[in-house]
């Protein structure tokens, strides 16, 4: 609690802030140090553009570990994605959830107000060497190919009114 911006805070009000954000992005772990004392410190549950070492990340084997896969985007951002696929941006990994906002067991891996919704062939992308990934908090990571997952790995693809954008094209 050395932080300048940490000043005034107690534990107790960093473990409610970890403890109540919607999206679970964080964690608090505790190592005992050289000298045997304890220290607490607060994890990242993914990583967004910076990289952060030992991130717990539990590699998918199978696709029936992750049976529907949605990342959620804007449908302004179509045209481009479906050409050049899925991209990770300026993150480390390509984020999605394992269902729409709001579904049972979802709190994090697309914003709340996406309007388009991608469904990934895990499956047909594991087949061909893609790697997915969980985070603690439940989101579903894969750094695709080169930083892209292609839209062949495109299951469907949906407005918010369920119009499907694919057959569309």
Known sequence: MRHPKLTGKTFGDIRSIVDSNDKQRFTLIQE???NGMPVWLI?????????VKELELEKITDPAQIPEVIHGTYVRYWKNIRSQGLSKMNRNHIHCATGRFGDS???????????????INVARAMEDGIEFY?????????????GF?????????????????ISQD
């Open 105 to 119: 067991g979802v709190k994090s891996g697309m914003r709340k107000n996406c309007d388009l919704f991608i469904y």
């Open 43 to 51: 994890r990242a549950n993914q990583g967004h553009s910076m990289e």
């Open 149 to 165: 997952l292609n839209p062949k790995y495109f299951l469907k693809v949906v407005d918010m009114n369920e119009n499907d954008l």
């Open 134 to 146: 969980r985070s603690a908090n439940g989101v579903i990571l894969t750094s695709g190919v080169g």
């Open 32 to 34: 005992i140090q050289e």
